[in-house]
């Protein structure tokens, strides 16, 4: 007999706001739909309102994990429809921000994969680790969220040479930990069991459902962005694109790790061969009509800003797929046929970023029947009716109603 | 040859001078201009013949009388942006989620967002706006003004 159980907005196992409606037919998962919104902000209309300056910090704020990846795509396209010759020097400096950013983001989900399969030490070990690369964000560029390094034409700050020691001195560190924890993935066997098989997404399937990231690297598709459609410092860097034929959550797990050794590596790269020079050109405030469509290598996979401007210092249209978006329909795909208990993990496996996905709830409404505020005693009452609404439906076993 | 003048000229020989505009504006982009009724042959075209297998997103954008659709692929190493108009006066759209499954979303974005309808989508649901947003007020074109706050 089919169940629907409805699970979030607010649920514990989900870190941020999202609502699946799963239809169980025993234990395993017969259908699922997932309701997107819950963190939808405006972001595409706010940057219309602002400037290209304001924009780099508005794009910034899209995501709280990786940000120094929507603002460098804002203004990179930014810079390509002004024409702009950046300085090598502040390329470099703009990718290694990169791959500290990706570094700390899949340090970061190692250890909520951890936390969802149960396994709470591997969250506390991968969480303390991950301070380091934190540190050295923050070393960098005084921040260790919303680092704010890019502008158009540049990087807002240098990096001295007295901080380049502790730099690779920190990279040294993150690798030794990452290599333990790849080898933790690859043997521990309650990791192992939890993992393996688990929301299988065939390539063909991943292919289809136009999956990006290292959901599709774990399923053997091989496109990196950074790679196959370079940008920054990029093309003057040495690494390899890592796969993964597994196919399960195993799979995604062993692509983000090696892809943290990778990261490591660029990191020294850089560092040891960073170029002198300026770190910014000068940038016009006002940006000639035309179009762009800039492209860059999230933590999470494929991100795109389309940019149009019209000759004024804003732009015409911002648009911005996050690789958040591009992945849902291949974890619907994952989830179905599998167990409930697999929810958090299979879900957890693409890395969702749900600031990201919904990005664009406005910022203030007109028609009347929403109030721009609601007191507490409203918000509860209105969350109680949405929950009503939402009451879990078994046609035998009719589950009272506990909200009166 | 490069792959964008091959694409190029692939495409000009499939479908002579309905196809309007091609801009190249540098290497792994293009931006090709074909009439609404076309789309969907176009799209059945690059995935049959020229292999493209994946759709990155679909942007939509009040430009006053119409409403600019591009569905970006991406196909041989290129990103391919494919360029329309839809009158707003009647703006609907054919979907094209049988032919690419992974437009299901983006679809669904872009009809709550700029009020363009699309015809059979399988889901037709709201993706990003409230359930209690008004019917007909959308958020994205250019006459919705922002109150400031």
Partial sequence: ?404 | MSVESDIQNKLKEAFAEQITEVKIPRERRMFVQVPLPLVKQVIEYLKQDLGMSHITTITAIDVGEDIEVLYHFFCQGLTLSLRTFVPKANPVIDTITPIMPGAILYEREIQGLLGLKVKEHPDPRRLVLPEDWEEGVYPLRKDYKVKEG
């Fill in chain 1, 1 to 404: 007999m089919a169940v629907t159980i409805p699970i979030g907005p607010q649920h514990p196992a989900l870190k941020e706001p999202i609502n699946l409606t799963v239809t169980l037919d025993g234990e395993q998962i017969a259908d699922i739909d997932i309701r997107l919104g819950y963190n939808h902000r405006g972001i595409e209309k706010g940057a219309e309102l602002g400037n290209y300056i304001q924009d780099i910090y508005l794009t910034s704020r899209v995501c709280g994990i990786c940000s120094m990846a929507h603002s460098t795509t804002f203004s990179q396209g930014v810079e390509e429809l002004l024409g702009l010759e950046l300085p090598k020097r502040g390329l470099f400096i703009r990718t290694l921000i990169c791959e500290l950013e990706r570094i700390h983001s899949h340090l970061l989900w190692l250890g909520i994969a951890g936390h969802e399969l149960g396994f709470d030490t591997l969250f506390m070990y991968s969480w303390r680790d991950r301070e380091i690369v934190m540190d050295l964000l923050e070393l960098i560029s005084g921040n260790r969220v919303n680092y704010e390094m890019n502008t158009i034409g540049g990087v807002r700050r240098d990096i001295s040479d007295e901080v380049r020691p502790q730099i690779l001195q920190g990279i040294k560190q993150l690798e030794e930990r990452t290599k333990y924890y790849l080898e933790v993935a690859s043997t521990e066997v309650t990791f192992l069991r939890r993992t393996e098989g688990v929301g299988m997404l065939p390539k063909e399937k991943a292919i289809e459902l136009c999956a990006v990231g290292p959901t599709a690297r774990g399923s053997g598709v091989e496109y990196d962005v950074r790679k196959h459609d370079p940008f920054a410092a990029y093309p003057y860097l040495d690494f390899k694109v890592i796969t993964s034929d597994l196919c399960d959550v195993l799979g995604r797990t062993v692509v983000r790790v090696l892809e943290v050794l990778e990261s490591c590596k660029m990191c020294r790269q850089i560092i040891e061969e960073l170029p002198q020079g300026e770190i910014k050109a000068k940038a016009p405030r006002k940006v000639p009509p035309g179009e762009v469509l800039s492209k860059n290598e999230a933590p999470r996979g494929e991100l795109i800003h389309y940019i149009r401007s019209n000759g004024t210092d804003h732009p015409e249209r911002v648009k911005i797929r996050a690789p958040t978006l591009a992945n849902i329909p291949s974890v619907i795909h994952s989830l179905k046929g599998g167990y409930i208990a697999d929810i958090p993990i299979v879900f957890a496996a693409i890395d969702p970023c749900l600031a990201c996905m919904d990005r664009t709830i406005l910022l203030d409404i007109e028609n009347g029947k929403r109030k721009d505020t609601m007191r507490w005693e409203e918000l509860r009452k209105y969350s109680i009716t949405w929950y009503k609404g939402k009451e879990i439906r078994n046609p035998k076993y009719q589950i009272q109603n506990k909200f009166k």
